[in-house]
């Protein structure tokens, strides 16, 4: 059984930064992303990176603000979240896809991670 477990969401004032964390069994060639749940909106891309090479994509609330990284040893993905504003509140998923990237939906999800972003 894989788990994904996030931490690190929590209440932060628009301009402030938070640190997400994902302890996740991730292995070659899988990818791990962070995905965002939004109030109303769809689910969307953050951030994602590959396990081997670390290669690394940023969707658009990301772009600039936020940087994902890792640590194998730990098995730990980051998410440094920097200049957070309030459309950064949501729900905030880690998620272990073992084919690299081509299939988040069918991936390993965490539970998430609450955080908001007070104006």
């Known amino acids: 059984q894989i788990q994904v477990v996030e931490s690190g969401g929590g209440l932060v004032q628009a301009g402030g930064s938070l640190r997400l964390t994902c302890a996740a069994p991730?292995?070659?060639?899988?990818?791990v992303g962070w995905f965002r749940q939004a109030p109303s909106r769809e689910r969307e891309v953050v951030a994602t990176?590959?396990?081997?090479?670390?290669?690394?994509y940023y969707g658009d609330p990301a772009k600039g603000r936020f940087t994902i990284s890792m640590d194998r040893a730990k098995r730990k993905v980051y998410l440094q979240m920097n200049d957070l504003n309030p459309e950064g509140t949501g729900v905030y998923y880690c998620?272990?896809?073992?084919?690299?990237?081509?299939?988040?939906?069918?991936?390993?999800w965490g539970q998430g991670t609450q955080v908001t972003v007070a104006s």
């Open positions: 990176i590959t396990w081997n090479r670390g290669t690394t």
């Open positions: 998620v272990l896809d073992g084919s690299g990237g081509s299939d988040w939906q069918g991936g390993y």
């Open positions: 991730g292995r070659t060639n899988w990818a």
